[in-house]
């Protein structure tokens, strides 16, 4: 079994029920973790992306490049967005 999904239901099981929110939220924290360890620059959790009306779970963005006030980012330093479900 894939090591990710693995820790995925370890975390599932440690909570103690289903919650679709829980997993979604480890399931980005995973996702950030391992790209960061294979070297790629991410934002941090439930950001923006400048003219898009939606929350984005997690971004994979240009290195160096910095969101406004911690969430907002330009769309020219967005590599790819995660939305997990």
Known sequence: MNPLLQKLQSAE????FDS???????C????KET????????????????????EIDLLLV????????GVLWNPEDVIAAFEIK
């Open 13 to 16: 099981k440690e909570l103690g």
């Open 62 to 69: 240009k290195p160096n490049s910095k969101p406004s006030y």
């Open 35 to 54: 790209l960061y360890k294979k070297g790629y620059s991410t934002s941090e959790k439930d950001v923006f992306i400048k003219g898009v009306p939606i």
């Open 20 to 26: 679709r929110q829980f997993s979604g939220a480890v």
């Open 28 to 31: 980005v924290s995973l996702l």
